[in-house]
């Protein structure tokens, strides 16, 4: 898994916490402004059973858990989850918080073992099992990682099955599935225009299919939807030198130069123009 993909499901799982510990119920897969854990605290009410206040208090750990993650505190993260998961070893968001701090800790089967442990224990839960998905296709498990990505779609109530039609349809693409990309991505993007990963993943696939007009079109929308990356400055590159057009492809390589200066000089080849 990626840092940006990293910092995406941290982001996803703050607020999943955050409406847990409001006491709410309800899970959200949405990214966006999320406040920072350590200000949002459970909300007791004195009809609240000793069940349901142990609960809300798990809950606030992992929050505490994900932010510590964020501010790089691994260590202080570890020792929550671990806390949060011997008081309750049946909750699945306890491992998906495990899995990134696994992560971060270099421990990459450890991650997929505990984002594995998760699926199993939120078997309904598509935002759960498109994680587990993810980490399988990231890892080179390309079919397996699609059966987990139909499985989060078949899940009742998600919120966000974009998300799992992106990742199917990128992990396709990588694993020379077209047809399904093709298919996945564009489903993905009727439900959110702006995934900037379906977006990306959709461009590559039209320079697979020599579509470079297409492509560009996907790729430029890639641009106004997120911040750029790397990656995503040297496929418009790459779409324009099919294009022909070595002034856009300059500009861009100008681009990659200027942001990202140490990809460009680890890559020489791309400023063979």
């Not at 993909?5 to 899970?27: D, F």
């Not at 966006?32 to 605290?41: F, L, N």
């Not at 078949?154 to 399904?180: D, F, I, M, V, W």
Request: charged share 25%; proline share 4%.
């Amino acid at each position: 898994m990626t840092r940006r993909h990293e910092l995406t499901l941290l982001l996803l799982i703050a607020a999943v916490l955050v409406t847990a510990g409001c006491g709410t119920g309800s899970r959200t897969a949405k990214a966006g402004k999320v406040k920072r854990i350590e200000s949002v605290a459970p909300r007791y009410d004195v009809r609240d059973d000793p069940a349901t206040r142990q609960r809300l208090a798990r809950q606030e750990k992992l929050g505490l858990a994900v932010n510590r993650l964020q501010g790089n505190d691994i260590a202080a993260a570890d020792a929550l989850v671990r806390e949060v998961i011997k008081q309750d070893p049946r909750l699945a968001d306890a491992y998906t918080v495990q899995a990134l701090v696994r992560d971060r800790q270099g421990d990459a089967a450890g991650a997929g073992e505990a984002y594995r442990k998760a699926a199993e224990l939120a078997p309904d839960q598509g935002d759960t099992l498109n994680n587990y998905g993810a980490w399988l296709c990231g890892s080179g498990f390309a079919a397996e990682a699609l059966v987990w990505f139909d499985r989060a779609l078949a899940a009742p109530n998600y919120r966000t099955p974009a998300a799992a039609l992106a990742n199917a349809g990128g992990c396709a693409l990588q694993s020379g599935q077209g047809e399904r990309a093709a298919s996945d991505l564009d489903k993905a993007l009727q439900l959110d225009p702006t995934n900037a990963y379906a977006l990306e993943s959709m461009a590559r696939y039209q320079v697979s299919q020599r579509h470079y007009f297409e492509a560009r079109a996907f790729n430029e929308r890639r641009l106004a939807a997120a911040p750029a990356t790397s990656s995503v400055l040297q496929l418009a590159i790459q779409i324009e030198h099919g294009l022909g057009d070595k002034a856009a492809a300059s500009r861009y390589q100008q681009r990659l130069v200027q942001e990202f200066p140490q990809t460009s000089t680890a890559n020489p080849g791309a400023k063979a123009l």
